[in-house]
């Protein structure tokens, strides 16, 4: 077990100009030992810690994958293939080395891989290049959370630099009349989460029949928060003729009959991880006293080490009480959460990686997507609602085949 004891009383004097000082906090919130009585799965992790601890394993060495092609290999334009040499790749990953050839031949195709395989540029190479040849085509790409669009959007922009390619981001958070411009303006992506793109749909602006290919990335996460309507809402908008490119890292009966409805003899490739990262050393944090909950916290964050810290909670609510917690004490903090704005959210995301900030609090939604370089520690404050969402949360740190630190608070 992690014990955090022995920095407290080294950072008492601190308190005088506020930088790192302690306070009490108030009960309730995180602390309220009733608040979260009723949620049957959490229940079963706390009542589990085991599950939250396992050493990294020594001389870590992930088994080497041979690909097939190189991206030189595959026949698409001489500006595609330029601006992927630009960014340094040469040899795609397994995914990328087994999705591309399929859908540039017009396949529909399943992808199951999990978030950090390279899928976004499995399907926004082939894409590209398909619509660089055909300027007719054009492709909707559908994700759960905004900070996985943006970052799709990036991407795209990157991959198709000079090629006068151009897409529209349709997100919540952001203002939705420059968003209705842009669609107007008939882009070749269009990249949205549910919720913006059903609005656009009713007020008649965004039509699907325009569009001839479709990806639904991290359908499994797009059940889990509830679009799972919306979903069977878009498919049932879909012209018969189109291509159709389905992402997800599980197969549930529900995503299943997505599934279903939404592909026509597809092609397969699975390039599933491991379950949790070989590389990730996990231990717990037994809490003493749930009302000195977040003093523990504190005494974890100014170890040595502690260099940038993802901490993650269940409620905005909670999120939020965190971070101003963390502020009153001195840590340079930020937090991301679906009360934000997307311009809050991506402007504390930059800080964060740019190192501005030493510590970013989210919740499991709005975390969904972020790739992040040199998380040093996950913190679970709270713990996640389903082991998929402890694994999903821990893959942020040792990434890279770099050794991370996972630590989980248990009551």
């Not at 939705?176 to 008649?204: A, Y």
């Not at 370089?373 to 713990?383: A, F, G, L, Q, R």
């Amino acid at each position: 077990m992690y014990k955090p004891s022995g920095f407290r009383s080294s950072f008492r004097g601190a308190s005088q100009n506020n930088r790192f000082s302690k306070r009490p906090f108030r009960s309730g919130g995180f602390n309220n030992p009733n608040r979260f009585s009723n949620r049957k799965k959490v229940s079963a992790l706390a009542n589990n810690p085991s599950l939250f601890i396992k050493k990294a394993q020594e001389n870590f060495n992930p088994a080497t994958y041979s690909a097939h092609n190189s991206f030189a290999d595959f026949a698409i334009s001489e500006p595609l293939k330029a601006n992927i040499l630009n960014k340094n790749f040469t040899i795609p990953t397994p995914i990328q080395d087994q999705a591309i050839q399929p859908i540039l031949d017009g396949r529909d195709l399943i992808g199951l891989a999990n978030t950090g395989t390279g899928k976004t540029g499995a399907f926004l190479i082939p894409l590209i290049d398909k619509i660089f040849q055909n300027r007719q085509k054009k492709a909707l790409i559908i994700v759960p959370t905004r900070e996985l669009a943006v970052q799709i959007n990036e991407e795209l922009r990157s991959f198709s630099y000079g090629m006068k390619i151009y897409s529209a981001l349709v997100i919540g958070g952001a203002n939705i009349r420059r968003q209705m411009h842009e669609v107007r303006r008939n882009p070749h992506f269009v990249i949205g989460t549910p919720g913006r793109l059903k609005d656009l749909i009713q007020k008649k602006i965004l039509f699907l029949e325009d569009f001839s290919i479709f990806v639904l990335d991290e359908v499994d996460l797009m059940v889990d928060i509830g679009f799972i309507h919306d979903v069977k809402f878009f498919i049932s908008l879909l012209p018969k003729v189109r291509q159709s490119l389905f992402f997800s890292a599980t197969i549930s009966p529900k995503v299943k009959e997505i599934l279903n409805a939404f592909v026509n003899n597809p092609i397969t490739v699975s390039v599933k991880k491991q379950d949790t990262a070989e590389n990730v050393d996990q231990d717990v944090v037994k809490v003493i006293n749930k009302d000195k909950k977040v003093d523990q916290l504190h005494d974890l964050l100014i170890k040595d080490g502690f260099r940038k810290v993802l901490i993650f909670g269940r409620t905005k609510h909670g999120i939020e009480k965190l971070n101003r917690e963390l502020e009153f004490r001195g840590f340079k903090v930020g937090a991301i959460h679906g009360n934000k704005t997307q311009g809050q959210r991506q402007r504390t995301l930059q800080s964060f990686k740019k190192d501005e900030i030493q510590i970013l609090l989210a919740t499991d939604v709005a975390s969904r997507g972020l790739d992040i370089e040199n998380v040093t520690h996950v913190i679970n404050y709270e713990i996640p609602e389903t082991f998929d969402d402890y694994i999903h949360r821990i893959g942020r740190t040792g990434r890279a085949n770099k050794k991370g630190i996972a630590l989980t608070f248990i009551d």
